[in-house]
């Protein structure tokens, strides 16, 4: 079956810019979960997303929000970008909220200049 | 605050050897917790999910181990083999409302034919 699918794979965009990325989970899942990546701080959560409701929230400014469709499918926009916003962005799929195993899709490569 | 810790954080070996490698966490009331592989550049790739009432998990040549009480878990690797360097993250699920993965930096492996 297929995978989390995520799109874009690479974005370039520019300071104080929006961008929004897109996840589609596996098939019957029904939590989106987003993290971003970097090499200073490493994999860190920003919010999950179940049955269209944000239920979890990382400690991320308000730039960053998303949002979850009825099919399960997710996006994820960022406000106002900042170099500092240059990451891989992660999303995960689960079939129930928290409890079960996540699977990630390939990520959206966000580089700000 | 829960806290997700890897040593090493870089391992060479060469081809053949076992391997371990480690992860420790702060607080031990986990949900699960769940071994992953990341190739550079690339998504993760799920190997190994061990719920709290389990001691261990076994896939092909990987072991996986938890000691909630002591706070650790191992990741054990036999016969290495070039195809499995890369970088294995370790990640604790709390469950409940709390739907989010806590992960470790990782450990990047390094596999000499």
């Known amino acids: 079956k297929a995978g989390v699918t995520q799109t874009p794979r690479y974005l370039i965009k520019t300071r104080g810019q929006q961008v929004t990325l897109s996840c589609s989970p596996i098939?019957?899942?029904?939590?989106v979960s987003w993290y971003q990546q970097t090499p200073g701080q490493g994999l860190q959560f920003l919010f999950e997303?179940?049955?269209?409701?944000?239920?979890n929230k990382g400690n991320f400014p308000g730039r960053f929000s998303g949002r979850q469709f009825s099919n399960s499918r997710s996006e994820m926009n960022v406000s106002t970008l900042e170099l500092g916003d240059s990451a891989l962005y992660l999303c995960?799929?689960?079939?129930?909220?928290?409890?079960?195993?996540?699977?990630f899709g390939q990520g959206t490569r966000l580089t700000v200049v | 605050k829960q806290e997700v810790t890897q040593i090493p954080a870089a391992l060479s070996v060469p081809e053949g050897e076992n391997l371990v490698l480690n992860c420790s966490f702060t607080?031990?009331?986990?949900?699960?917790l769940q071994w992953f592989r990341q190739d550079p550049g690339k998504g993760l790739t799920s190997l190994l999910l061990i719920q709290s009432s389990q001691r261990e998990q076994t896939s092909g040549r990987l072991n996986a181990s938890l000691d909630k009480s002591s706070g650790r878990s191992t990741l054990y690797i036999a016969a290495s083999q070039p195809g499995d360097s890369a970088t294995y993250l370790c990640?604790?699920?709390?469950?409940?409302?709390?739907?989010?993965?806590?992960f470790g930096k990782g450990t990047k492996l390094s596999v000499k034919p």
């Open positions: 098939s019957g899942h029904r939590s």
């Open positions: 995960a799929s689960r079939k129930a909220q928290g409890t079960t195993e996540a699977f």
């Open positions: 607080d031990s009331a986990i949900y699960n």
């Open positions: 990640a604790v699920g709390y469950g409940g409302s709390q739907g989010n993965l806590i």
């Open positions: 997303y179940f049955s269209e409701t944000q239920r």
